[in-house]
């Protein structure tokens, strides 16, 4: 089987359907496990919420998505993302909306069972674990500590994070950068974090937990504008990144007609 890692789409139906499409040419695509912020910042919301929906995507909530429906204060944006959730808030229609609204904070999923549970709470549920034990992945947007709002960046967070975590691997997004972090005793840090680059492959371990991050299909922030992903060979057990290029200039155009803040504008065209 072969599962497509998708992760802070942002409202970018171009980068979006660029990254479907390459991951979809190598061979059919037995599934969809997204990791949050499918809207704000981008100018198609609804569209890329649609195209999701439509393939079954398991997917959990990121702060963008909490924040557009009107459930997350904005007061903790910058201007800018501010100014884009409102907008989003405006052009969601009341499905996109209750769908959103309804995505988990963190779920649990394996290919073969695609998502087993979901919790809604904003500390990761302890009663779950049962549920957990079945499944390989975890996904949550941020850190299983804080899974809205905590960007995986430094050792500490992944290190809170790794203990949290009740399956072999999981999938987290928010930081839009491609990721590795392998847990373990031998690490200065008791993990060690690595840069993805496009192509690379990281084979599932046996004997430790890791995390894994695709970077941002619709936002890039490692100075490379092309979409990011990854996907899931369960053959090959193996999660392999990729990057796409996709018309920039289309969603940026569309998003000058909405009136979206130029410095989200000119972002994408630099990848951070
Ligand atoms: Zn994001």
Not at 96 to 104: F, K, Q, R
Not at 245 to 251: F, L, M, S
Request: proline share 6%.
């Amino acid at each position: 089987m072969r599962i497509a890692i998708v992760s802070d789409v942002h409202a970018n139906l171009a980068a979006l359907e660029a990254v479907l499409r390459h991951a979809e040419a190598a061979g059919p695509i037995d599934g969809i496990w997204c990791l949050g912020d499918t809207v704000g910042y981008g100018p198609q919301p609804s569209e890329c919420v649609a195209r999701l929906r439509e393939a079954g995507a398991t997917a959990v909530a990121g702060n963008h998505d909490r924040a557009a429906t009107g459930q997350m204060d904005v007061e903790d944006f910058n201007a800018d993302a501010a100014t884009a959730a409102l907008w989003t808030h405006d052009h969601l229609a009341e499905d996109d909306t209750a769908y959103l609204d309804g995505l988990p904070e963190v779920a649990y999923a394996s290919p073969e069972t695609g998502l087993n549970a979901g919790a809604r709470g904003r500390q990761h549920d302890p009663s779950l674990k049962a549920v957990a034990s079945g499944a390989e992945f975890t996904l949550v947007h941020g850190t299983l500590r804080w899974p809205l709002w905590e960007y995986l960046y430094s050792y500490e967070a992944a290190r809170a994070h790794l203990e949290r975590q009740e399956t072999p691997f999981s999938l987290v997004g928010h930081t839009h950068v491609p990721t590795l972090v392998a847990e373990g005793a031998e690490y200065e840090h008791g993990c060690e974090m690595y840069y993805l680059e496009d192509g690379q492959s990281v084979p599932l371990p046996d004997d430790r937990k890791i995390v894994l991050n695709p970077g941002g299909v619709g936002q890039p922030r490692d100075g490379d504008p092309r979409a990011a992903y990854a996907h899931y060979d369960t053959d090959a057990r193996a999660v392999t990144l990729h990057r796409v290029g996709y018309d920039i200039t289309a969603t940026q155009v569309l998003m000058e007609a909405a009136g979206l803040p130029r410095r989200l504008i000119d972002r994408l065209s630099v990848g951070r």
